[in-house]
Every structure is written in structure tokens, then in C-alpha cells.
Nanobody, 126 residues
Framework: QVRPVESGGGSVQAGGSLRLSCVVSRYTFGRDCMAWFRQAPGKEREAVAGIYTAGGGTTYADSVKGRFTISQDIAKTSVYLQMNSLKPEDTGTYYC???????????????????WGQGTQVTVRS
């Protein structure tokens, strides 16, 4: 019924930037963890970044620290992922997901997230 919708993916050269958006319609943020995951062909889905809607605390995978920034707009029920200094290994399908009624965002485990978007493709050319 309620699903996140991602946008903003595309193809960029290594070193470039992209800004992904995730909108959750017909929903109001409360105590939720909103997170970005990504998956490359033939590989497991991995967590990229998370933000706790009640306070704005963030967490990042080591591979993207210092390059990616997750943020939220509570009024628009949206989360964003600013991706800078992109590398070819960042290529994949990026998914927005929600863990509702959460106590925090520590430990981004795929199985804990119950609402998933359909994904947006990110390609980084070398």
C-alpha cells in the first residue's frame, strides 16, 4: 500500500555526483529508520546509509563515508542521498527502504526493513 519511490539515478563519469530522492507518499515520519541500499548484478544487497527520522542521526557504510550524505525533509516525507566522488564500484541499483516504529538506525540489516521502493539505477563510468 505505502511504498517509497526513488528517483535521480543516471550515468556519470567517475568523480562525478548524483543526488537520489526517495518520496514516501501517504505517510508521516515518526520514529522510523530510512535507509539506502544498493545491489550490483550477481552480488548481495548491501546497506549504504541510514537516517533516523526522530532526530536526524545518520549512519554510513565504511565504503561511502566522506563521499555520501543522507538527509531528510520531514514535511515532504522524503529522504535524499547526495553522492559525490563517485567510483565505478558504486554502480548498482539503489533502493530506498523503511524500518517503521524503529528505535534507531544502528545496524542496517536488510531483514529489518519492511517497506521497499523499486530502485533507481546508478552507473559510474571509468
Amino acid at each position: 500500500q505505502v511504498r517509497p519511490v526513488e528517483s535521480g539515478g543516471g550515468s556519470v563519469q567517475a568523480g562525478g555526483s548524483l543526488r537520489l530522492s526517495c518520496v514516501v507518499s501517504r505517510y508521516t515520519f515518526g520514529r522510523d529508520c530510512m535507509a539506502w541500499f544498493r545491489q550490483a548484478p550477481g552480488k548481495e544487497r548491501e546497506a549504504v546509509a541510514g537516517i533516523y527520522t526522530a532526530g536526524g542521526g545518520t549512519t554510513y557504510a565504511d565504503s561511502v563515508k566522506g563521499r555520501f550524505t543522507i538527509s531528510q525533509d520531514i514535511a515532504k516525507t522524503s529522504v535524499y542521498l547526495q553522492m559525490n566522488s563517485l567510483k565505478p564500484e558504486d554502480t548498482g541499483t539503489y533502493y530506498c527502504a523503511a524500518k517503521v516504529f524503529a528505535g534507531g538506525c544502528a545496524g542496517l540489516r536488510t531483514s529489518d526493513f519492511v517497506l521497499w521502493g523499486q530502485g533507481t539505477q546508478v552507473t559510474v563510468r571509468s
